[in-house]
């Protein structure tokens, strides 16, 4: 099974989303399958930026802002280094502050996961 799931979810990092707060959830796969979460458009009052986290089996594997890409959590924190060092995100050839860092950093995931193509209604 394949699913993408858009706008404020229940509970998620044991806390209620407020309205402000957008998540975009692809799942696969039967229970305990994958979960790759993407908080869109954060609590700007709590001051934290875009957010990835991929979980996989019931365990978080990675996790991350999209403003602190070298800090890494999880089981497997450095499991999608290797795309995003590709992609220019990370590494010594690291291309931040443009434009399209953000589109940068979603492709690099989806392409890695090999997430389909998000259509939102």
């Known amino acids: 099974m394949r699913h993408w799931i858009h706008g404020p979810l229940g509970r998620l990092h044991g806390q209620l989303p407020h309205d402000e707060e957008t998540n975009v959830v692809f799942f696969r796969g039967p229970p ?29 594997r990675t996790g991350f802002s999209f403003e602190a890409l070298g800090d890494r959590v999880g089981e497997d924190p450095d499991v999608l ?18 434009e399209d860092f953000e589109e940068r950093i979603v492709r690099a995931i989806t392409e890695a996961l090999s997430l389909p193509e998000l259509e939102l209604p």
């Open 81 to 98: 280094l290797p795309a995003l060092v590709a992609a220019g995100l990370v590494g010594p050839h690291a291309q931040h502050g443009t």
């Open 32 to 60: 305990g399958g994958e979960l790759a979460v993407f908080v869109t458009e954060p609590c700007n009052a709590k001051a934290h930026g875009p957010w990835f986290a991929y979980y996989r089996g019931g365990h978080l």
